[in-house]
């Protein structure tokens, strides 16, 4: 079984950057096609941004032109580079395999707010 350990979040002020990390353990990770999923307090768990094993990437679009996914599978590790944050953003961000298939790890919290 994969884990996965997002770090990276914490509090910002509308239109700032943060830069989140997934680390996964696993060889496995480099085939796998990746997604960075949100969930806000009172909402469902929404995909925000995917990323294959190649590298190609597709986003939603309230994200769409902020945020960017990018991954090195020598390291096993996802990123999420967040840009002009807005307090919509705040969530806590997990990362896990797309489709999710994989345990849920422990998340990491992005605050957007002034």
């Known amino acids: 079984q994969v884990q996965l350990v997002e770090s990276g979040g914490g509090l910002v002020q509308p239109g700032g950057s943060l830069r989140l990390s997934c680390a996964a353990s696993?060889?496995?990770?480099?085939?796998?096609?990746m997604g960075w999923y949100r969930q806000a307090p009172g909402k469902q768990r929404e995909l925000v941004a995917t990323?294959?094993?190649?590298?190609?990437?597709n986003y939603a679009d309230s994200v769409k032109g902020r945020f960017t996914v990018s991954r090195d599978n020598a390291k096993r590790t996802m990123y999420l580079q967040m840009n002009s944050l807005k307090p919509e953003d705040t969530a806590v961000y997990y990362c896990?395999?797309?489709?999710?298939?994989?345990?849920w790890g422990q998340g990491t919290q992005v605050t957007v707010s002034s």
């Open positions: 990323i294959t094993s190649g590298g190609s990437t």
């Open positions: 896990n395999k797309n489709p999710p298939l994989w345990t």
């Open positions: 696993g060889s496995i990770f480099r085939l796998s096609a």
